[in-house]
């Protein structure tokens, strides 16, 4: 048996390499070889790099590839060549582009998780897609959902109580739950109640492991294929992905099943329903499913597993590196507090859009932190039509990498680019930037479609927290250990101390 599989491999390996050979034809070999880079070899490319890096030093070993060949190099994934880019304007000419928009390698590994929803689809589905949408998450929605990011805000700074006697507790998982409880109620329609036990869920558990494979596939040669499911790895990123979907189809049961239990709820949101409904919480999962054109339960499926993992997991690091950041330095969060005190006076939390649109500097530092530590520290494409980048051309074909993490961390951009100095944030320091050198959601046609909705959650999270306790983080920028597996986030969670501050 054994035999048989590594012939097939062989085999598969062969077939793989000579397509893809054929593909990209001589011409292209030669346009993307002039550009610098690891050395390549025939079936791996450039992946040697990685073989034999433990799974806590894979971000590291990528950052010195780009601190030696960037800001523009290339890589071959196998036989499959890619650019590596890292300069505002060479993000500008893929981002601002409205045709290139079909997604790169490492999308294809998320493509059994998250099939063919927003985040990796493209061309009429995508396009429609994107427009049928996105009513839902326009701000007048977002004011229905500052409701539910309020409650469990505070069941959230409840629960921390019993943490702010002086221990040292990692919180990570208890923002991941209150994210979790937060993107099920506002675009499900569905209480998970996740808050209520924070030690163990099996949704959360599984995509962790589920990422962590996820990006060990796509840095393993042996792993590109099909076969890969032969593996026991590839079975046990099977295992996890019945989990994660075993999670989204009850959530979707449950939503159609109140909805038939309930028709005097059952909703046919058009975008002038959801603008004018003041009582009820229209959600993203309602529009789905009363539709105009029917959509298959297959494709719901695979928006609601795009929107599940997009709507917790960045926000989740999103708001626990600005904890990081806040816990290390304590005059900026005396600053953060002043100013809650001020605009809040005697709430705990902010209450309104407006009450959020108040808190100028807690955003600065939210967008420091997302600087600092964007929560999708890459993203890729694979190029529809030839692009010319710093006088080179590259050929339709070819994948592109944007290392968005890089364009944050550069030092000719932001000086001292590790110091967390929220007032780069301050609208005069803001203007004088590259309009693409600050893009952790992105920009242009495939931007963030949740980004305003990130904003608001994370401010009230943060803000409620901030108001009721004083935050001290154990590990420094220097000891933490950044993992950069889809989402980048600490790798042993984020260490802190909370003391309850009393008004
Ligand atoms: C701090 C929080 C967030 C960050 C940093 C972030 C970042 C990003 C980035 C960089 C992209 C572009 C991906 C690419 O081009 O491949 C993206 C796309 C997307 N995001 Fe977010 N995101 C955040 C929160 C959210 C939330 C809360 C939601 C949903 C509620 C969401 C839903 C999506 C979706 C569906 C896409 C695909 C959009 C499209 O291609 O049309 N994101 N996000």
Not at 139 to 165: A, C, G, P, Q, W
């Amino acid at each position: 048996m054994y035999y048989y599989i590594v012939i097939a491999l062989i085999v598969a390996i062969l077939i793989h390499f000579i397509k893809n050979r054929i593909q990209y034809n001589r011409e292209i070999v030669q346009y993307v070889d002039k550009l610098p880079g690891p050395k390549a070899y025939p079936f791996i490319g450039t992946f040697h790099v990685f073989i034999g890096v433990k799974r806590n030093a894979t971000f590291k070993t990528l950052k010195n590839v780009s601190a030696q060949y960037g800001p523009l190099y290339r890589t071959w994934a196998r036989s499959s060549p890619e650019v590596n880019i890292m300069k505002p304007e060479y993000f500008e000419i893929i981002m601002k582009s409205s045709t290139l928009i079909k997604k790169g390698i490492t999308y294809g590994f998320l493509f059994p998780w998250l099939g063919d929803g927003l985040l990796i689809s493209s061309g009429a589905k995508w396009f429609q897609r994107r427009k049928m949408i996105t009513p839902a998450f326009h701000f007048r929605i977002l004011e229905h959902y500052m409701e539910v990011f309020l409650e469990k805000s505070k069941k959230l700074v409840d629960i921390l109580l019993t943490k702010s006697n002086g221990e040292i507790f990692d919180i990570y998982p208890y923002i991941t739950h209150c994210a979790l409880d937060i993107i099920c109620e506002t675009a499900m329609g569905v209480s998970v109640n996740a808050m209520d036990d924070v030690t163990g869920n099996s949704y959360v558990d599984s995509l962790y492991r589920a990422s962590e494979l996820i990006i060990r596939r796509r840095f393993s040669p042996w792993f590109q294929s099909d076969l890969y499911y032969l593996f026991p790895e590839g079975r046990e990123f099977q295992k996890h992905l019945n989990v994660l979907h075993g999670f989204t189809s009850k959530v979707i049961g449950d939503r159609k099943k109140f909805l038939k239990q309930n028709p005097n709820n059952k909703i046919n949101p058009t975008f002038d329903d959801m603008l004018t409904s003041s009582k009820k919480r229209l959600s993203f999962l309602d529009l789905l499913l009363s539709a105009n054109e029917t959509i298959p339960d297959k494709d719901i499926r695979e928006e609601v597993d795009t929107f599940m993992f997009e709507g917790h997991d960045t926000t989740t690091a999103g708001i626990c590196w600005s904890l990081f950041l806040l816990g290390n330095n304590q005059d900026v969060q005396d600053k953060v507090y002043e100013e809650l005190k001020q605009i809040l006076g005697d709430k705990k939390c902010p209450e309104s859009i407006s009450d959020l649109s108040n808190l100028k500097y807690l955003e600065c530092c939210i967008k420091e932190a997302l600087r600092i530590y964007p929560s999708v520290p890459f993203i890729s494409r694979k190029l529809t039509e030839d692009v010319v980048i710093d006088g080179y051309k590259i050929p339709k074909g070819v994948y592109c990498n944007l290392h968005i993490y890089k364009v944050h961390r550069d030092p000719e951009i932001y000086p001292d680019p590790m110091k967390f100095d929220p007032d780069r944030f301050l609208p005069e320091n803001a203007a004088k930037r590259h309009p693409y050198a600050y893009v952790p959601f992105s920009a242009g046609p495939r931007n963030c479609i949740g980004q305003k909705f990130a904003m608001y959650e994370e401010k009230t999270i943060l803000s409620a927290i901030l108001m009721s306790y004083k935050i001290t983080t154990i590990d420094s920028q220097s000891t933490v250990n950044e993992l950069a597996e889809l989402i980048m986030r600490p790798e042993n969670g984020l260490k802190i101390r909370l003391e309850k501050r009393h008004k």
